[in-house]
């Protein structure tokens, strides 16, 4: 991601100068900001009880953050600069800003119960991002285990985590109370542990679409996204149902692959 800002000339008024650099190398830099100006803003607009606008702002500082990585790949403009600023903004877009919204929203009824929530939550995504850097640079591990991620991904967590707000959004009676403050204490928590648990989640990243089933599943992203647009909190409360399904189906998956591969499992790679 990002320019490769390797090349400088000294420069009489101090430090060094950059050289000019192409603009398909500022792109990815520019969708990184963009993402973490969208982060902030929703806490902006949560601190205004905007708590609509919160969550799409939220959402939107997510999407930038996701495909700022891959327009620098498809750029071929990858650099340790860009690593740096993204691995920045995904703590403020998957960490601080859904933690916040949330507290402006319900925590804060539940007095320090509901602000220690937040801090495990946001404490935990940082130590989700760091741990998955870590483990990008292991290549110790057998190449199937990488179709797996270590614990959930900090993207699904700062989905996850706001669920109470799309409930409250779905207008079903449920009001920011101070017992749903700490019901939604305890949810926070749970997701807190969720990102740093060693749970195998299955990434994906090797599924290959055969030919003839591309066209449907094309059709099925769109409808997806349509879903989204029109119904978008029944349609992320039903995501977040899903997903959660979907975690100890991934656990067992693993735990068959293991044994497929002659692997023993320890227990802490499933819990």
Known sequence: MGAPFKKFEAHASGGPRIREIPMRMVLPNLVTVLAICAGLSGIRFAFENRFEIAVVMVLLAAFLDGIDGRLARML?????????????????????????????????????????????????????????????????????????????PAPAGAVLVMLPLYLYFLRLGLEPTRPAAFVGSGFTVLVAFLLVSRLPVYSGKSVKIPGDRVLPVILGVVLYILLLMAYPWYTLTASVAGYLLFLPLSVRAYSKRAMREGEKVPPSDIG
């Open 76 to 152: 071929k403009a990858t650099s340790k600069f860009g690593a740096q600023m993204d691995s920045l903004a995904d703590i403020v877009n998957f960490g601080v800003a859904p933690a916040l919204v949330l507290y402006a929203f319900l925590l804060d009824r539940a007095g320090s119960p509901g602000w220690i929530a937040a801090l495990l939550f946001t404490i935990a995504c940082g130590m989700r991002l760091a741990r998955f850097n870590v483990l990008a640079d292991d290549t110790d591990q057998p190449a199937w285990q990488t179709e797996y991620f270590v614990g959930v």
